[in-house]
């Protein structure tokens, strides 16, 4: 039995540990690395607590979820019963992925959306404890016009502002449409200008800029601090410019990541939307190359 003398002890002892560490937060910002959950999201189908368990055992920490549009669940999950999981299995949610909402489902609003019953979504990702929450991808008919990338600045900065009052970011991940000139005017240059810097803030996703041929530490350059996220994805060698493991390919990770204090860079996530084999060798082959020579 413990004496009451060395319980205090060791408390104690526990204690100024406890105080003389860095704060747990400081220390993720410089070992975590990240998964999109959409890489493996066939096995979180199938089976969420084995697969982010399997996740977990590769290294990862932190995920980024890609479910909650729609259904309103977390991998067919509510807030605590997922952010529960989430505990058991050693990992951290900080971002998940959402949509604009003007696109229908089956004719009818698409709740979970910046459009419909936003507040909600709100509400769930706080319960979980995310702290960014992306506009993920617009459909070909939410694109258009520069009028109407305009709208969607708006509908950033409202949702953006619902996302504030509960500690959350607000932000917008790129694909490569959005660097399709309309005149002389890139979508992408309308969407930045007309968001709010404090509320709406940026998701770049490395490989989708790479394939639209821009330079991102030139757009660190351009908006310095608005990247608080990155998607980790490589570029294959081929004409095809097709998916691969983070390291396989051609994009500069190094050159990228000795700027992120000029992005404003945060958290970032690998993600592989098409795998050669299974995903699981996939996201251990990025996340021991992000481990050896990223971080």
Request: proline share 4%.
């Amino acid at each position: 039995m413990i004496s009451r003398r060395s319980f205090i002890k060791t408390t104690s002892f526990a204690s100024a540990v406890v105080l003389a560490a860095p704060s747990f937060a400081a220390m993720r910002k410089k070992t975590d690395i990240g998964l999109q959950l959409y890489t493996v999201r066939d096995a979180m189908g199938k089976d969420p607590d084995g697969t982010l368990s399997k996740v977990a055992a590769i290294g990862y920490t932190t995920v980024e979820g890609a479910t909650y549009t729609g259904s309103e669940k977390f991998y067919g999950m509510g807030p605590k019963e997922f952010a529960a999981l989430l505990k058991t299995s050693g990992l951290w949610m900080p971002s998940a992925h959402y949509r604009l909402g003007e696109e229908k489902t089956n004719g009818e609003a698409t709740k979970g959306t910046m459009l419909n019953d936003w507040q909600k979504a709100v509400d769930d990702a706080a319960a979980v404890g995310i702290k960014y929450m992306v506009c993920a991808w617009l459909s070909p008919a939410e694109r258009g016009s520069l009028d109407h990338y305009k709208e969607l600045a708006g509908h950033l900065n409202t949702a953006g502002e619902a996302c504030k009052k509960a500690g959350i970011q607000m932000c917008y991940h790129n694909h490569d449409f959005e660097f399709e000139k309309q005149g002389d005017v890139y979508p992408y240059d309308v969407v930045m200008g007309n968001t709010d810097k404090e509320l709406v803030k940026f998701e770049m996703d490395l490989y989708w800029v790479t394939k639209a041929n821009q330079d991102p530490v030139a757009l660190f350059d351009k908006y310095p601090k608005r990247f608080p996220l990155l998607h980790m994805k490589d570029m294959d060698k081929t004409p095809k410019k097709f998916f691969t493991e983070v390291g396989n390919g051609v994009i500069d990770f190094k050159k990228i990541l000795a700027q992120k204090e000029k992005a404003g860079m945060k958290y970032f996530f690998v993600e592989q939307d098409v795998c050669p084999g299974s995903p699981f060798d996939s996201i251990k082959i990025s996340h021991d190359y992000i481990k050896a020579n990223l971080v």
